[in-house]
């Protein structure tokens, strides 16, 4: 499975970005699927999960209330809608999908994984 992520970019802070990703085929629908971002020189850290259904959704702290995940699995993909963002924000950011149907915030729970997408937020 290959996954291609895209929609990241240059933003000021408190703009809104949308970010996707698709996978080559379906078998990341009965998966739940992910989102992690990395910081320059910091470690890679969990962002979000969703559920192979859609129905369940889990956040890291930093981004309740502002971020957003979901999916459309007759489309293979998975959204971030990220609001309200801030400089702390700017990581590049991956997807990934679960080894299971339910999502974990530990890498070691994800299988495949997208290239990245580059988000930068200036103040």
């Known amino acids: 499975v290959q996954l291609q992520a895209y929609g990241g970019g240059l933003v000021q802070a408190g703009d809104s970005l949308r970010l996707s990703c698709t996978a080559s085929?379906?078998?990341?629908?009965?998966?739940?699927m992910g989102w992690f971002r990395q910081a320059p020189g910091k470690e890679r850290e969990f962002v979000a999960c969703?559920?192979?259904?859609?129905?369940?959704?889990v956040y890291t702290d930093s981004v309740k209330g502002r971020f957003a995940i979901s999916r459309d699995n007759g489309q293979s993909t998975v959204y971030l809608q990220m609001s309200t963002l801030k400089p702390e924000d700017t990581a590049v950011y991956y997807c990934a999908v679960a080894k299971g149907p339910y999502g974990s915030s530990w890498p070691s729970g994800y299988l495949y994984w997208g290239q990245g997408t580059l988000v930068t937020v200036s103040s």
């Open positions: 085929r379906r078998t990341s629908s009965n998966n739940a």
């Open positions: 969703i559920d192979w259904r859609g129905g369940s959704t």
